[in-house]
């Protein structure tokens, strides 16, 4: 018996949209800068190794991530914290933030089920 594969078209969704917010957030001119308080991550647990606990709101998010397999990425956030030289804070995103990024950018994508 032959098991079906998981469809590629999620999956790539998913991986193309990570990579139109970046272009938005790398754009030459006027790029958006989006708070960890808009997208309503303040608090949130930074990675681990990071120079801090916890996100501040005043956070500039800088770039999304995906990592893991292309058949489920997990998402992330880098964000620079104003202010300090400490390089990026990482933090997880989930359903409800990254609807409100690609709102706040104006995109139409689909995150979640």
Do not use: K
């Not at 469809?7 to 991986?15: E, G």
């Not at 005043?58 to 995906?66: D, H």
């Amino acid at each position: 018996m032959i098991e079906p594969s998981p469809s590629r078209v999620t999956h790539t969704l998913v991986i193309d949209q990570v990579q139109e917010i970046n272009d938005r957030l790398a754009a030459r001119r006027d790029p958006p800068a989006i708070t960890a308080d808009e997208l309503g991550l303040c608090d949130s647990a930074a990675g681990s190794g990071e120079t801090v606990d916890s996100l501040p709101a005043e956070a500039v998010l800088s770039q999304v991530c995906c990592i893991g397999t292309p058949e489920w990425p997990y998402i992330h956030g880098h964000f620079r914290i104003p202010e300090t030289a400490d390089g990026s804070v990482i933090v997880d995103f989930h359903t409800p933030a990254l609807r409100e990024l690609s709102h706040r950018l104006r995109f139409r994508h689909i995150w979640g089920e």
